[in-house]
């Protein structure tokens, strides 16, 4: 047993999962402003606007999640929301070729509003889900070992993207983020099917005396 980890299997799981996800993000996120401004060429108060729309969804759709998981349940609620957002991802990186110019910036921004809600909702769910597989013992472990990797992933993602943006290339980051976050959901969803979440409506009744 290495620092109280008793499943390192699982704890592997999880990392793997958190990673490719930090890495298709860093591809995209910190460079966000830069693909509107540059490649969309929206103004700094539509830019402000969007990012703005993005995190009052997304607070909307941490609200939401609570319900969606006593419907549908963790896992469930993890894959179906993440894949959810990945026709969003594709459809902000390719809107140029999509939209007149007039309204490339609304249905970009649209979009991004509509990814970011997805996407996040899941966060909560995975969490919760992360957390009551692993003993008390080893999350903070496996928090640490998340971070590290996810961190390290996120930098060089942000660099590729830079990279390719610098170039003119505004559409392969978008690809490979799509691309990355669809393995990452369907290896959770093959590892972890039918794996039963604490938050899980069945898990709750059980839990009743």
């Known amino acids: 047993m290495v620092l109280g980890v008793r499943s390192p299997e699982t704890v592997y799981r999880f990392v793997v999962i958190g990673t490719l996800l930090s890495l298709g993000g860093g591809f995209v996120i910190r460079l966000a402003n830069v693909f509107f401004h540059y490649d969309l060429h929206a103004h700094e108060h539509q830019i402000g606007m969007v990012f703005a729309a993005g995190s009052f969804f997304l607070a909307i759709g941490a609200f939401a999640v609570p319900l969606v998981v006593e419907r549908l349940g963790e896992v469930a609620t993890?894959?179906?929301?993440?894949?959810?957002?990945?026709?969003?991802?594709?459809?902000?990186?390719?809107?140029?070729?999509?939209?007149?110019?007039?309204?490339?910036?609304?249905?970009?921004?649209?979009?991004?509003?509509?990814?970011?809600?997805?996407?996040?909702?899941?966060?909560?769910?995975?969490?919760?889900?992360?957390?009551?597989?692993?003993?008390?013992?080893?999350?903070?472990?496996?928090?640490?070992?998340?971070?590290?990797?996810?961190?390290?992933?996120?930098?060089?993602?942000?660099?590729?993207?830079?990279?390719?943006?610098?170039?003119?290339?505004?559409?392969?980051?978008?690809?490979?983020?799509?691309?990355l976050y669809a393995i990452s959901t369907a290896l959770f969803m093959q590892w972890f099917r039918g794996t039963p979440g604490l938050s899980d409506p069945r898990s709750l009744r059980e839990s009743v005396p």
């Open 78 to 179: 993890i894959v179906w929301t993440r894949f959810a957002a990945i026709p969003f991802i594709l459809l902000i990186g390719f809107a140029p070729e999509l939209a007149t110019p007039e309204t490339v910036v609304s249905l970009a921004g649209l979009a991004w509003v509509l990814r970011t809600s997805l996407f996040n909702m899941s966060g909560p769910a995975f969490e919760a889900f992360s957390m009551g597989q692993l003993h008390p013992t080893e999350r903070a472990t496996y928090i640490g070992i998340s971070r590290l990797f996810g961190s390290a992933m996120a930098a060089v993602g942000g660099y590729l993207g830079a990279v390719l943006m610098s170039g003119g290339d505004f559409r392969t980051p978008f690809v490979v983020m799509a691309v």
